[in-house]
């Protein structure tokens, strides 16, 4: 598979043009490229619960730095899906931004499958992990 050419602003302005709702979230594209996306998440109030750490909504600290990696990897494939996802809380964090970084570990021609490390903002000891694949649609 070939390295993409699409950068962290410009996947923050598909985002924006694409989902209205980007705008208003917590997430930040910090940086993007071939196999990597890394995401800043910051909570709106106290610390990341688990119930905000993955909540139902569009936008989490979770799906959104494989979905980052996924399209700075393949291109503006917008509808590349979540097709699985496990998350292993480690422990709670402290108040503050989270920072979720995502390494793709597999990019296929339909698959791909991310690891994403969640730790705060200033500490390399992670709260939670995730693995999670992609559907990439041909």
């Not at 899906?81 to 021609?109: H, M, W, Y």
Request: proline share 7%; aromatic share 8%.
């Amino acid at each position: 598979m070939t390295e993409a050419e699409v950068t962290a602003t410009e996947i923050s302005a598909l985002f924006e043009r694409e989902f209205p709702s980007w705008r208003e979230g917590p997430l930040m594209v910090e940086s993007a490229g071939f196999r990597y996306g890394v995401v800043q998440c910051a909570p709106t109030r106290g610390t990341c619960s688990r119930a905000a750490q993955y909540p139902a909504r569009q936008c989490s600290c979770w799906r959104i730095p494989l979905y980052v990696a996924v399209l700075a990897s393949v291109g503006p494939k917008l509808l590349s899906v979540t097709t699985s996802l496990t998350i292993n809380f480690l422990r709670k964090p402290d108040v503050g931004d989270l920072i979720a970084e995502c390494k793709l570990v597999k990019l296929g021609k339909r698959l791909a499958v991310g690891d994403v490390m969640i730790r705060p903002d200033g500490d390399e000891e992670a709260v939670a992990h995730a693995v999670g694949t992609y559907s990439i649609p041909a």
